[in-house]
């Protein structure tokens, strides 16, 4: 069946009229076309007729962005940044229609040529397939269904489940449009995509923030409510609030956004905590290179109490995404605040990285203990955005991080998404050598993912050990634990590695006290200069490690005693590596026990 549907609107008679041909086979339901009208200047309209409820719009990575504005009875309702393909596809994203008003719908297109491949290529469908199609897609990592995932935001757990809100791209696998997206999880291991939670406005896009649940009613919106507090992303950055009194399956945005201004261009990613002892919400938001704490009785009303940043820690970049948590030292009944604070760039291995500083918290002032230390959450390069759940449950601190970096987040090889994040890890403090350090061990929930230990050994290697086949079935998830103890080496090291010689390489250098990760030819580096590096932390010198490596189809995460020390590196493997080669310089070492678990 062939059907052609000409629009020759009256009020266009001067422009150029291009109708588009669908053409569907007989047992097909018929596909209504699409009118575009060019209007010269790169600037286009599209109009439909239709009952499907998804537009695809076709996506070239390349592409410049195409300002979209959804029109409704020609009033702009909203407004996307989308890169609409010029000579190729490399993928759909849809649009949705079901809220729309068909007819009275036109959507105009600015930055994108006439000849632009484009607008004789959009779709119309009733569902979207999001099922993987990539070999890079991690399994038991949390990614996007599809498009662009950053931060994660408004982690909260409420009534057994677990939020995880996220900064979302629905219009494409590079960053743009911020959204936060949803999803939740009873175990913090299987995850179920819930619809997008809070939209872009006029107030600007939706940054990144967080939720608490308004246990005493202090905002007014109900008893339990649950709170989102993020930054507006428009001509400046401001602070809003959006509530849900169903649990979290919708927000209304506060009528009165936003909350707190400023004259600060970086002045963003609110956390918000309630600091008990005097009955306050405490907002921290990260401004420049600095930290600032704000306090509130109704999450509305914010008064300014301090500032804490200059002098301390690292300052190559901008200082994004605070988090305040009350931790626990363990082997004592003490705590102490730890103030989380990622930064981009100045990480220790270039671009984004998490530090942290360790101190006293009055409600108002931020009192770092130990103003002489840098310290860093993960040695890994691929660890950002590091924030914990609010209200978790039996006192945990559950931490994850968005997986990636920005020097190279929009380039990493995949496509119809784009970044994961980390597993997640549970935080607390251990004293090492006079100080404390913050500790990531991973969440005991993870361990329902692990299936028969299907490689146990213990052997001692004089030079090189060879372990020819990890798993039977490697389909590149698994977890390796393992314990090394030192006899006399030097050097404790060893490569994780596939049939296609790519190859991961770990080695202890005992002489400088530190552990290193080496992925210069782990797989696809080409992407960006900034990639195929090592990572290095300072473990000090011992003589018995334990390391637990989590392995994904693109990621390695390794933690070394039960998460003292941590890194967690992206790989882009062609095939799994499925195969060993421990070896050691200047003496021996035994591997007391290896263990595989696939997962
Ligand atoms: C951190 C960050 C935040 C900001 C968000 C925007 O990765 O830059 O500071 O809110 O991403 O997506």
Known sequence: MKIVYIDLAKGFRNLAIAVLTLVTTSCQATIPPFVVRHLGNDHGIVQLKTNNKLLLLPIEESAPEARVNVMQNQKNVSTLHV???????DYYVPFDLSNLDIPALAINVQNVPDSALCWRSFELADEFDTQNRESHRPVYHFTPPYGWMNDPNGMVYKDGTYHLFYQYNPYGSMWGNMHWGHATSQDLVSWQHQPVAISPDDLGAIFSGSCVVDKNNTAG????????LYTSAGERQTQSLAYSIDNGKSFSKYEGNPVLTSEAPDFRDPKVIWYEPTETWIMILAVGQEMQFFSSANLKDWTYESSFGEGHGAHGGVWECPDLIEVHIEGSNNKEWVLLCNINPGGPFGGSATQYFIGDFNGKVFNNHSPELTKWMDYGKDHYATVTWSNAPDNRHIAIAWMSN??????????????????PRDLSLVNKEGNLILKSTPSPELEILRGEASNKRSFTVNKDYNIDKLLDNNKG????????????????GFRLFNSQGEEVDFCYNLIEGNFSMNRANSGDVSFSKEFPITTIAPIGKTDEITLRIFADKSSLELFMNDGEYVMTNLVFPSTPYNRANFYSKGGNYEVTSFDVYSL
Do not use: H
Request: charged share 20%; proline share 2%.
């Open 221 to 228: 919106f109900g008893k339990d409510a649950i709170v989102a």
């Open 477 to 492: 998830l698994y977890e390796i634990v393992m314990t090394i103890k030192n006899k006399d080496a030097e050097f404790i």
């Open 83 to 89: 890169r609409l393909a010029v000579n190729n596809i």
């Open 406 to 423: 920005w020097q190279y987040a929009n380039q990493v090889p995949t496509k119809q998404f784009r970044s994961a994040n980390s597993i």
